[in-house]
C-alpha cells in the first residue's frame, strides 16, 4: 500500500496537479502547469480551462470556495473536461496570461483538445450561471467555434516589460508609451498575437493607437469581440480623462460621436457609464444618480459596478436622497448575491440613511458571511458598534 501510494504521489508531481476533493464522490483534478494540462486534453479529447487567479483576488476565493466546490460542477468537469489553475503574478502563469490577454480575476480561457481557443470569460460566477457555460462551451466547441487569430502554443520570446509589469505586489513597473512604440517598432507584423497583446496590455502613444482604431476591425476578426472592446474601452479611457482634465461636459458631445464611430453596439450603455463615473468624479451626485438609474432601468449594470459606485457614494455622498436611491439599488443587489462586500454596502447605506434597525440586521449577516468565507470583518465590526450605539 505504502509503496502504491508513494508512486502516486511521484506521478502526480510529474503531470503537474493535485487533487481536490469535497468527498467521495466528488473528487477534481487540478493541473497546475498549462503545458502538460494541455497535454492531458489532447491525449484525453476533452476540452481544457483554465482558471486564472490571482492571491488578491477575493472573487476568484469566493468562486473557489462556493463554485468549485459543488457536486454537480466538480462531476461534470471531472467528467468532462481538463482543469487547470494558474497563478496569473506567477512566473509559471504569465506566459499564458500574456498570450491569452488576461487582464481581470478571475477569468478563464477554454480550449479544444486540439489547443486552440474556444472563448475566454471573466467575472464570479455561482455553481447555476456556471453549469450554464460550461454547456454552452461544450457547445461551442461542438459546433467548431474557435478564436481564429490565437494559435495553440504560447508564445516564445516576451517583452522584456512583462514580467516586471505583472509580478506580485505593489512594486509592478509598467513601460511608458515609448518604450512599447520602440518594441512595436521592431515588430514586422503588428497584426500577431505577440504585437496584439504588447498593444492589448500596456498605452500606446498617439500614432499606434490611431493605428489599432483604425484597423480594430481586422483584430476584432483574428482576436474576437471581448478583446478588443476591452481594448477600444481604454482608448476611450483616455479620450474620457482629456473631459476630466478640462471639466468641460459639453465635450461629451464628440466623444459620444467617437462611441457612436467605434463601438455601435455598445455606445448607448458606454455614453450613460462614462457620464456615471464624469459625475462622480465631479462630485455631483444628483446627476450620477441620474445616469445610474438609467443603466440599471435597462439593466446594463452589473451588480458588481452597482456595489462600486454605492460604495463610492456612502464615503462620499451627504445627500439623503441619493442615498435613498443607493440603498435601494442594492436591496436588489443582495437579493440576488448575499455577498459579503454586497451585504456590507447595503448596510453601510442604510445606516447612513438613518435606517438603523434594518443596518444592523444587515450588517450582521455580512459579518456572518464574511466571517464564514474567512474575510477581514474588522472594519464592518467596527460600523456595527456605531449603529448599536445610535439612539433610535
Avoid at 481604454?234 to 471639466?247: A, G, N, P
Wanted: hydrophobic share 35%; proline share 2%.
Amino acid at each position: 500500500m505504502i509503496h502504491r501510494l508513494l508512486k502516486l504521489c511521484l506521478f502526480l508531481s510529474l503531470i503537474g496537479g493535485y487533487n481536490y476533493s469535497i468527498g467521495q464522490n466528488a473528487e477534481l483534478y487540478v493541473f497546475d502547469d498549462f503545458e502538460k494540462a494541455r497535454m492531458e486534453a489532447s491525449n484525453s479529447g476533452r476540452i481544457l480551462i483554465v482558471d486564472y487567479y490571482t492571491d488578491w483576488c477575493g472573487w476568484c476565493k469566493v468562486m473557489d470556495k462556493n463554485t468549485f466546490t459543488d457536486a454537480a460542477i466538480v462531476n461534470y468537469i471531472d467528467s468532462s473536461f481538463v482543469y487547470a489553475k494558474l497563478d496569473a503574478e506567477a512566473e509559471s502563469g504569465i506566459p499564458a496570461r500574456f498570450k491569452y490577454r488576461i487582464n481581470s480575476f478571475p477569468s478563464f480561457t477554454y480550449h479544444s483538445p486540439d489547443g486552440l481557443l474556444i472563448d475566454k470569460r471573466s467575472g464570479y460566477l455561482n455553481p447555476a450561471d456556471y453549469m450554464e457555460e460550461l454547456k454552452g462551451i461544450a457547445r461551442m466547441n461542438e459546433e467548431g467555434k474557435r478564436i481564429k487569430g490565437v494559435s495553440k502554443d504560447l508564445i516564445n520570446e516576451m517583452p522584456e516589460f512583462c514580467y516586471p509589469a505583472f509580478k506580485k505586489g505593489n512594486t509592478r513597473e509598467y513601460p511608458t508609451s515609448e518604450e512599447v512604440s520602440k518594441y512595436l517598432d521592431q515588430q514586422t507584423d503588428l497584426f500577431s498575437e505577440r504585437s496584439f497583446s504588447v498593444m492589448y496590455f500596456f498605452e500606446l502613444d498617439s500614432s499606434y493607437q490611431s493605428l489599432f482604431v483604425e484597423h480594430y476591425k481586422k483584430y476584432e476578426d483574428l482576436y474576437g469581440t471581448y478583446d478588443i472592446l476591452r481594448k477600444l474601452e481604454r482608448v476611450l479611457d483616455q479620450e474620457y480623462m482629456k473631459i476630466v482634465k478640462s471639466k468641460d461636459e459639453t465635450q461629451f458631445k464628440n466623444f459620444d460621436q467617437m462611441l457612436t464611430e467605434y463601438v455601435p453596439e455598445q455606445a448607448s450603455r458606454l455614453s450613460v457609464m462614462y457620464r456615471i463615473a464624469y459625475y462622480r468624479k465631479m462630485e455631483q451626485w444628483k446627476e450620477m444618480a441620474r445616469f445610474m438609474e438609467i443603466a440599471i432601468n435597462r439593466d446594463s449594470m452589473h451588480i458588481s459596478s452597482i456595489n462600486y459606485h454605492c460604495w463610492h457614494l456612502y464615503q462620499k455622498c451627504d445627500d439623503r436622497r441619493v442615498i435613498k436611491k443607493a440603498y435601494q439599488w442594492m436591496a436588489k443587489v443582495v437579493e440576488d448575491e448575499p455577498t459579503y462586500a454586497y451585504l456590507d454596502t447595503y448596510a453601510s447605506l442604510l445606516y447612513k440613511g438613518g435606517k438603523n434597525k434594518d443596518s444592523e440586521k444587515y450588517m450582521n449577516k455580512a459579518i456572518a458571511v464574511g466571517k464564514e468565507n474567512g474575510e477581514d470583518v474588522s472594519e464592518s465590526e467596527a460600523l456595527l458598534k456605531k449603529i448599536t450605539g445610535v439612539e433610535r
